[in-house]
T-cell receptor, first 111, second 112 residues
């Protein structure tokens, strides 16, 4: 059973637009929700993370929105740039060392 | 530079062969994990460790063994390689204070 469901599978956004990726989870015990960015041939790198005691966290152009009652969280990339083109993974867990990952979203930002 | 080192970067095995994927970290993290990444499947947890001498199974442990004799090293052993184990394998070292993951650059394994 997939613990974290991510959508869309792929996304094309024009430069300067907003990229939005959504995730939903089942286990209400999860208390850590990170997003990872992965470029081809590289390992995933932590982008931004949130805990359920806040509804939003912003770091530069990247924002996580968290809805505890709906068990959903999303990543917003403002002013998307071609350099943001990568695969993005959401994850969720309650122990940190055993995260459950979504299947990933391939983002392409066109010039 | 501090980080996670995985070796080898590429490997081709024949069905039935065994091998060990190496993972070493120099950040003094207690937690380490192994994931496999397959197209359209995201990252799936194979095994993890919360400290030297302590390991546990993740979502897809069958066909793999791990050990953690030191804090720095967390090798993954394939006992008898199968084509279904063709994948990209990532080792991660995890901070116990903020749960931040540092991934290695991966090992691309092909089993023929």
């Amino acid at each position: 059973q997939q613990q974290v469901k991510q959508s869309p599978q792929s996304l094309i956004v024009q430069k300067g637009g907003i990229s939005i990726i959504n995730c939903a989870y089942e286990n209400t015990a999860f208390d850590y929700f990170p997003w990872y960015q992965q470029f081809p041939g590289k390992g995933p790198a932590l982008l931004i993370a949130i805990r359920p005691d806040v509804s939003e966290k912003k770091e530069g152009r990247f924002t996580i929105s968290f809805n505890k009652s709906a068990k959903q969280f999303s990543l917003h990339i403002m002013d998307s740039q071609p350099g943001d083109s990568a695969t993005y993974f959401c994850a969720a867990g309650n122990s940190g060392y055993a995260l459950n990952f979504g299947k990933g979203t391939s983002l392409l930002v066109t010039p | 530079n501090a980080g996670v080192t995985q070796t080898p970067k590429f490997q081709v095995l024949k069905t039935g062969q065994s091998m060990t994927l190496q993972c070493a970290q120099d950040m003094n993290h207690e937690y380490m994990s192994w994931y496999r990444q397959d197209p359209g499947m995201g990252l799936r947890l194979i095994h993890y460790s919360v400290g030297a001498g302590i390991t546990d199974q993740g979502e897809v442990p069958n066909g793999y063994n791990v050990s953690r004799s030191t804090t720095e090293d967390f090798p993954l052993r394939l006992l008898s390689a199968a084509p279904s184990q063709t994948s990209v394998y990532f080792c991660a070292s995890i901070s116990a204070t903020n749960y931040g993951y540092t991934f290695g650059s991966g090992t691309r394994l092909t089993v023929v």
